[in-house]
């Protein structure tokens, strides 16, 4: 009797251990949870433009310390209201989760107080590599019927060749008359390889009609069309809200120069379930029809400056530029050119994703304009950098259409692009 009432209250304690630690478990996945979920709605930066105040709240159940300088700390709950000095600046606000568990850091950057002017034309872009770009290596057949394969296991795709024998490479065609006219003698190639200098030592071979080459794909330029998101008051100005990459190798190409053309958009390709629709322009490459120059190429975005008749040709009016706490989920606009005439198509935003990893998909969005959805079907192939507006405010621009869905595609916020 006694071993088995002994045997009874072990398995009460058994139970009881059990249900605790049944009890923490689901307590400390509770916790895990709210903290992920908490953790990944909070953006990681928070803009304020100079001069300005604004109201953060962030709707988790968290509060913070801000670090305004070494001496001075201010403790705070949300929402809580921030004052912007007149000149740019940097603090950081330290989130604690129920007010007890560290959360996030949260860097706060004071910008400077712009307005834009919406652009939505239609660009032609023309773009030459610094340096020459080596998309792959191959291999040819040699006078006696060999394979050749002078450039395999020495360049690279992705390598950009910047010299030959010390002389500075221009284009493709400059490589291509040096290889051939050089008696195949070695060349020595200047290679900018993950953004290091590398000597390459080349044997140029014959091919079957006694022609030397390198068994080396090149390219020197890029060309296109897209759409200009914004001008500044001193005609810098944003497009596309993505890079140029190069549709081989996918990485991003290095300007060496660039220039934009007024386009034309002549013919629309409507986008369909598993194909992208397009818009397709006439470029006319000449002095008289540039509209700008290209200064940098970027993963946000192209920029430079445009040219003032371009700037002239604009009708549209400066607008406020929203930043990620100001955009919400709902309506909102986009602006482009498709038939001749810049107008407000309307869309409806999706999903925010502020902590996105690629800054280019941050901003979720569904084409609703019937006019729109009739022209292209929704966001085509040339829309990339056309102007998302909201409540009176630029606060992003388009930048990729999904493949299976053509009227929902994604974009980047404005802030991003700045």
Known sequence: ??????????????????????????????????YSYYEQKIPNIIRIQAGTSQRIDLKVPASGVLNVDSDKVIALNQPVTIVAGESPDTCQMELRLFGVLPLKSIDIEVIENTRLIPVGQPIGIY????????????????????????????????????????????????????????????????????????????????????????GTWLRDSAQGIGTMTFLDEELHFGALGHGINDTDTGELLQLGSGLLYHTEIVAIRKGERG???????????????????????????????????????????????????????????????????????????????????????????????EELLQLTGGIVQGMSGAPIIQDGRIIGAVTHVLVNDSTSGYGIFIENML
């Not at 006694?2 to 251990?17: A, I």
């Not at 909102?332 to 999706?350: E, H, S, W």
């Open 1 to 34: 009797r006694d071993r088995l009432r002994s045997r009874g209250l072990g398995d009460v304690y058994k139970r009881q251990l059990f249900l605790y630690a049944f009890l923490g478990f689901a307590l400390g996945m509770f916790l895990w949870a709210s």
């Open 127 to 214: 773009m030459k590599t610094q340096g020459v770009l080596v998309i792959d290596t191959g291999t040819f057949e040699g006078p006696q019927g060999q394979e050749q394969s002078p450039s395999v296991y020495k360049l690279q795709a992705g390598d950009y060749v910047m010299a030959m024998d010390g002389v500075a490479v221009t284009g493709k065609r400059q490589i291509k008359e040096y290889v051939e006219n050089g008696s195949g003698r070695d060349i020595v190639l200047q290679v900018s390889r993950n953004e290091k200098i590398i000597q390459v030592r080349i044997s140029p071979m014959q091919d079957q009609n006694g022609v030397y080459k390198i």
């Open 275 to 369: 194909t992208p629709g397009e818009l397709t322009g006439i470029i006319e490459y000449q002095p008289e029809q540039v509209s700008g120059v290209i200064m940098s190429n970027t993963e946000e975005g192209i920029y430079g400056v445009a040219s003032q008749a371009f700037a002239d040709s604009i009708t549209t009016q400066a607008l406020p530029v929203g930043l990620k706490q100001d955009v919400k989920e709902g309506d909102a606009q986009i602006l482009c050119n498709i038939d001749g005439q810049t107008k407000y198509y309307d869309v409806r935003i999706t999903r925010l994703m502020p902590n996105a990893e690629n800054l280019n998909r941050q901003i979720a969005l569904t084409v609703t304009d």
